[in-house]
């Protein structure tokens, strides 16, 4: 399913499709998560990925490309598929070569097993790890009152445009230069 979700999403000629494919797509590869004891690691795929990246997908796609409903498989499509298959194919070297295919046993580290995978990377967050969390978080919150700052300074702009006739919210015209302050300005100059 994750790869005729992937082919679909790459060869179909209706952009909204091609975003719907991309979202079974990364509604599998969550179960892919699922299956490897990873629970955390699957509900932030679907939430962030699935939930907002591909919704931010379709903005874009509706809003940008009004006319641009489908489109045809680009020229270096053939340069792609090939490039595909190479990359596979070291991926299956390295996956046999490693011995990685031919190993069993728990695939995370042994606390995974004691307690469940959300509640060890809650447990590193919150201990081992709470300096750089709350250093992220800052930097976060920054980020988010510089955009609502930004925000409103172009509003701000927008609205002090039809009362002053500028268009950028500042004044219509240039401060205006008087011929007598240039002349009392000459005067003041000292002398050399």
Known sequence: MILGGATIAITAPNLIYSALALLVTLIHVAGIYILLSAEFVAAVQIIVYAG???????????????????????????????????????????????G??????PLGPPVWAKAGNTQAIGALLYTKYLFPFEIASIILLVAM?????L??????????????????????HPAQVTPVSVEHRREEAPRV
């Open 151 to 172: 925000g409103k300074r172009s509003h701000k702009a927008k609205e002090l445009a039809p009362a002053n006739g500028s268009t950028n919210g500042f004044g219509a």
């Open 52 to 98: 907002a990246i591909l919704v931010l997908y379709l903005f874009v796609l509706m809003i940008f490309s009004e006319h641009q409903g489908t489109q045809a498989l680009h020229t270096s499509f053939p340069v792609g598929v090939s490039l595909g298959f190479i990359v596979l194919a070291e991926m299956l070297m390295v996956y046999w070569g490693t």
């Open 100 to 105: 990685a295919a031919s190993d069993g046993g």
């Open 145 to 149: 009152v510089g955009a609502i700052t």
